[in-house]
């Protein structure tokens, strides 16, 4: 069964100290709703994807969606690492193509600033082996991408300046967007010259985390029909996992998982890298969108800094990507980001993106590329729309 | 499209101190390729149902799936407080009934017996409305569950021995079950001599936690077949919410969301519950099986106690319940006791069960129903066999 995204919203992300988690997500939640013409009643199921150890609601779907008004409506709360939006928008899809209810909704929230900074360093830091890896030898996230990073410049002579480059464009586009945590344009050597975090990357490579959220309503073909004129249609969606441990993985310059789902929603949506008008991936740091250009298949492997050197990936280039500012400039409130990347998708096959990063849309697909931890998971979603 | 159980595995729950939980799932995750001949290779998806406060992992979806030999395969951890386990067996159908892949697995664990038990405590008391009703009145789970108790016996009249027949049953099947924890019979007197919990609850009133493992492979109908000869396939699903907050509830004698979520899986199955051979209800405490009886509708409203009573419930009365020994002396590890429902009733629908616990299977169907929190949550599953 066909499903499409029939309703989107976006809380503004940030430093989001005027409201607590159910509040937030209830921003999102009703934008979407505003956005489909649909209410609470409408919905059949509703997947949150938030990892909730930042805040105090121990069963947080629960809070939220009463909050927002859903009771009695089935839920779940989903996590697969950073990807949990992406699991999210999936569980939801399966609902719906399982034909178990017309419409669901995803929705990903996260509230990560009412804890302390090394707090939060120590719970992502952990998202790799626990045992292994952080309790032994201190790895945290930046750590572990310090590893992919430098694997990749010393296998294809990637450059410090390619990073930069990736969160310059990212935060020429976060400048543009409402809804991104940081809209500053930076430069080349102010990222270069920004404090070191864990060689190669600095301070201006690593995306902020913060707090935020999305929301999405999916409908089964006949009920989008109905909703809206411009369904967006769900086309293609792979997943695939990986290890926990990054000494177990069979090398430093790629990540398996981004791939193996690329392939997998590629193969279900029958189109190719070439057929994309724009993508959004991963960006947590700077080498993770090179590390997705490669993966991807955006171009072939260890191509992935002449894609930024030429600019290919701005609006205007040959495959734009992470043209809303992606997580370096929106900010990473982790269960959102997922719904965030596919509510950018939606709104720039809409045609509806703000001027200055609307992207040319004539092949008529785009694609979310959502990584969970350091590829322990990842999540591709493709949406076509008419 | 039909989805069938085709492997079944099972831990054995209690104080597991001898395996961590990546070991644990393995247990279980073995015996159900064992049990289906089928191997990690052939899984198309993993959903890992684990609460995960109570251990190091931060992922453990990811470690959990990476020892059990599951790389690359997608996964997702699902939370829906107590009712986890179903909420996975759910996303895995829906995997499969979607189209997505063809075989996935329901993979439940908890380990909770490394905290102290305050800390567990602590963490299950917050199930419910955190800010308002444990931090201002220091509601715990007991306390929950003993206002529904005390709201059933002032609007119906039921006797503290109507729920101590309750444990009565579950103990007696509980020492029949090798995989249960508690393996004692107990009287009606033992258990209101019991140390009182949260009057009318004693002692005796309440499951333990504990660590445990279940595991569930789903397969299409067309791959069920060549499987295995006795295929038990999933003919009814459903699932509800509500308020987080007790004193928003319509009535502190029922629980909404098991009636809806039972009636939504009676529908999609086409049947009513004189149409089932056995059932497993979340009975967390003594009075949740008696509120599970009349709200999934084995009796009407009211006549719960008479069931038990007149042991009704038992493997050889009119509608068998919790044959396994239940939550009661199973013990319940939250995330795997959806799974270990499912277990039990394929099984019993196989005509599998040790002596002197398996019920008459003549209509061939059977009932899982999974509440999470005081009714956050309810998921309901009707399996049946050809």
């Not at 992406?86 to 996260?110: K, N, W």
């Not at 994309?276 to 260890?302: N, R, S, W």
Request: charged residues 20%.
């Amino acid at each position: 069964m066909r499903v499409g995204v029939v309703g989107i919203g976006h809380a503004k992300f940030g430093n989001r100290t005027d409201v607590n988690v159910n509040e937030l997500a209830w921003e999102a939640q009703k934008l979407a709703y505003e956005d489909s013409g649909l209410t609470q009643d409408d919905m059949g199921f509703c997947a949150v994807s938030t990892l909730g150890t930042w805040y105090e609601e121990s069963l947080p779907a629960v809070t939220i969606t009463e909050y927002g008004g859903m009771v009695p409506v089935g839920h779940v709360r989903c996590e697969s690492a950073c990807a949990a939006g992406s699991a999210a928008i999936h569980i939801a899809y399966t609902r719906v193509a399982s034909g178990l209810c017309d419409i669901a909704m995803a929705l990903g929230v996260e509230k990560m600033t009412e804890v302390d900074t090394p707090t939060t360093v120590e719970l992502i830091g952990r998202s790799g082996s626990y045992m292994w890896e952080f309790e032994n030898f201190g790895l945290t996230f930046p750590g572990y991408y310090a590893l992919l990073a430098s694997g990749h410049m010393a296998r294809f002579g990637t450059g410090e300046e390619d990073l930069a480059a990736v969160a310059v464009k990212n935060h020429h586009y976060g400048s543009l967007n409402k809804n991104a945590y940081l809209k500053r344009e930076i430069t080349v050597e102010k990222v270069l010259s920004s404090p070191p975090i864990a060689w190669p990357l600095k301070f201006l490579d690593c995306c902020p985390i913060n707090d935020g959220a999305a929301a999405v309503i999916l409908a089964s073909e006949e009920k989008a029909r109905k909703i809206t004129d411009t369904p967006i249609w769900i086309e293609g969606l792979g997943t695939a996992g990986d290890t926990a441990n990054i000494c177990n993985r069979e090398d430093l310059y790629s990540i398996r998982s981004s791939t193996l789902a690329a392939k997998q929603a590629y193969e279900m949506a029958g189109i190719g890298p070439r057929d994309l008008d724009l993508v959004e991936v991963h960006d947590c740091f700077t080498i993770a969108e090179i590390l997705a250009y490669e993966d991807a298949g955006l171009c072939p492997k260890g191509e992935g800094p002449r894609l930024i050197r030429e600019g290919q990936t701005y609006h205007d280039g040959d495959i734009p990507v992470n043209i809303d500012g992606g997580l370096k400039a929106k900010g990473h409130p982790i269960g959102a980001t997922g719904c965030s990347m596919i509510y950018e998708i939606t709104r720039q096959l809409r045609g509806e993106a703000e001027k200055g990063r609307s992207v040319k849309v004539d092949k008529g697909y785009g694609m979310a590329h959502n990584v969970g931890g350091t590829g322990h998971s990842c999540y591709v979603t493709i949406l076509g729309r008419d």
